[in-house]
């Protein structure tokens, strides 16, 4: 049974700079988020100078977490699906065909027979076992793919290309997960090594090959020869069209914006609101799209002191002008968040009235709450302040000033949002150890499963959700092979979630990628990741 999502369910938004050319003298941009040169043929050679904000930590696709790893990870890495970003319909790539049991507990996937693993080794279906086996045993080191994961019970070879993936119960959002890097088939030879060690890089079979990883610098991708088995959404069916890519950190958003202005850079990462006037100066493109899964919210530990008090999440929530933070702190097509889940996110539940902006109201609840004003307008209750801490780390544009304008809100209905920045490292171990009040988190995934890795209380469960009928909803959606009823599912989980405010939405998650005059057919897959395979680059 192959299954696809409804057409409507999958929204993307494109943002072109500039009234005349954008990426050349001929440049359009697509309807699919991509920008060629109409009059010109693609031309094969040359490196892309790639600037992104953060450092992955790692350089195994499987292990990454942060946004930036994205951009590279998804290029060294082949799936055994793709998902068309314009309808969500699930697309062969290294498997060719799928059968989905009636319960939706076993996938048995056809794989096409001439894809090889850099060190030529073949990709079959024992490769893709062992992906699966050795990926679960990870643990929190890859908890996304663990998610995607959860149930496994093993994979059968059932011959040379064919394999079956159990579970132990149904697992409907499983071939969607299967399109994503963090599900990405990596070479036997890479598997066998210890986590830390893939973490200094791994063989795979995609369309560039890892060359170097350098901590604190970014890292060098070369064009795999050979690779003749592209995803059909590319136009590109041969080796890449780029010899090479740079993916280089700098987190300073003015520097990076002033690098491809200067042509040191052919392409930027995390374009801020202030940099798109610059942007469109110079002729640039800026190729925008809204991710799917939960935006940016202020995750809480549910069971924290002071902020497991509804009374003050729901305070904080009303007190947040999401309108403004959209319109003054993000490029344009950034929306404010109406759900727990993104708009471009499978069965979205326009919950806006909630999550609208009433400081009056916020004042309030926490009046009817016992938290009375003291002396500096900073309640008090039983003795204590109200303080909430809030843990954050720069792996987004905007974070800090995000969090800042937040923090101004709360401050006005007598809450201290007390901002702590943390390095990736650190901020990673915060989440893990629980050492926060409010974290501030997003999780890109154009599926609404992505609900029940983040807030099942019988799953990871990093924000210390307590057990209700929630997790039965939960896993009710994962089981449900039907979409629409599955779609029902889910919106009632975004109620409960939403009610309860498990986490506060914020803004929706938009990726912003500015691209030079000089570079063509740059685009977005459904999970907002870079497509490096068509692009090229004038002489």
Request: with cysteine; proline share 3%.
């Amino acid at each position: 049974m192959k299954s696809s999502y409804p057409r409507s369910f999958i929204t993307t938004a494109m943002v072109a700079l500039g009234l005349v050319a954008t990426l050349g003298a001929c440049s359009t941009e697509d309807s699919d988020g991509s920008s060629t040169a109409g009059a010109t043929a693609p031309r094969k050679g040359g490196s892309l100078a790639f600037a992104v904000l953060s450092d992955p930590g790692c350089a195994d696709p499987q292990q990454v977490t942060s946004l930036d790893a994205g951009y590279w990870a998804r290029q060294i890495v082949d799936s055994l699906t793709e998902q068309d970003p314009e309808n969500g319909e699930i697309l062969p790539w290294l498997a060719t065909a799928w059968e989905t049991s009636a319960d939706a507990t076993a996938f048995t996937f056809t794989l096409r027979t001439d894809a090889t693993f850099s060190d030529g080794s073949k990709v079959d279906a024992e490769a893709v076992k062992k992906n699966f086996d050795t990926l679960v045993d990870l643990g929190a080191r890859a908890a996304t793919g663990v998610g995607y994961l959860r149930g496994y019970q093993g994979s059968d070879v059932l011959d040379d290309n064919r394999v079956r993936v159990r579970f132990e119960a149904p697992n409907a959002q499983f071939l969607q997960a299967t399109s994503t890097f963090q599900l990405g088939i990596v070479a036997p030879a890479s598997l066998a090594r210890t986590a830390d060690q893939r973490c200094a890089g791994v063989i795979a079979s995609g369309p560039f090959v890892l060359e170097r990883y350098a901590e604190g610098e970014g890292v060098d991708l070369a064009r795999r020869s050979g690779y003749a088995w592209a995803s059909q959404l590319w136009d590109n069916k041969g080796e890449a069209h780029l010899e090479s890519a740079r993916f280089r950190i700098v987190s300073e958003s003015s520097v990076r914006t002033g690098g491809l202005q200067s042509g040191e850079f052919d392409a930027i990462a995390g374009v801020s609101a202030q940099d798109v006037t610059l942007l469109e100066s110079s002729g640039a493109a800026l190729v925008v799209k809204t991710n799917g899964g939960i935006g940016f919210q202020l995750a809480a530990r549910n069971d924290a002191p002071i902020i497991s008090d509804l009374a003050v999440r729901k305070a904080l929530s009303l007190a947040i002008d999401r309108q403004q933070i959209a319109s003054v702190n993000y490029v344009p097509g950034t929306k404010a968040a109406t759900s727990i889940l993104s708009s471009a996110t499978p069965a979205h539940e326009d919950l806006g009235q909630q999550l609208r902006h009433a400081p009056q109201e916020a004042q309030q609840v926490l009046d009817a709450a016992g938290w009375i004003a003291g002396s500096d307008g900073i309640r008090v209750k039983d003795g204590k302040r109200l303080v909430v801490r809030a843990v954050w780390t720069n792996g987004a544009v905007g974070n800090k000033t995000l969090l800042e304008l937040v923090q101004q809100y709360a401050k006005a209905v007598g809450i201290d949002l007390t901002l702590v920045e943390q390095d990736q490292a650190t901020f990673v171990e915060s989440l893990g150890s629980g050492a926060f009040d409010v974290i501030l988190t997003t999780v890109t995934r154009a599926d609404g499963d992505v609900l029940r890795s983040t807030f099942s209380s019988k799953l990871n469960n990093q924000f210390h959700v307590p057990a209700t009928s929630l997790d039965a909803t939960l896993d009710e959606q994962a089981a449900e092979p039907d979409p629409a009823k599955r779609a029902e599912l889910l919106a009632a989980a975004q109620r409960e979630i939403v009610d309860k405010l498990y986490g506060i939405p914020l803004v929706e998650l938009t990726t912003a990628v500015g691209a030079s005059v000089k570079l063509h057919g740059v685009s977005l897959d459904a999970s907002s990741r870079l497509r490096l395979h068509d692009v090229w680059k004038d002489q």
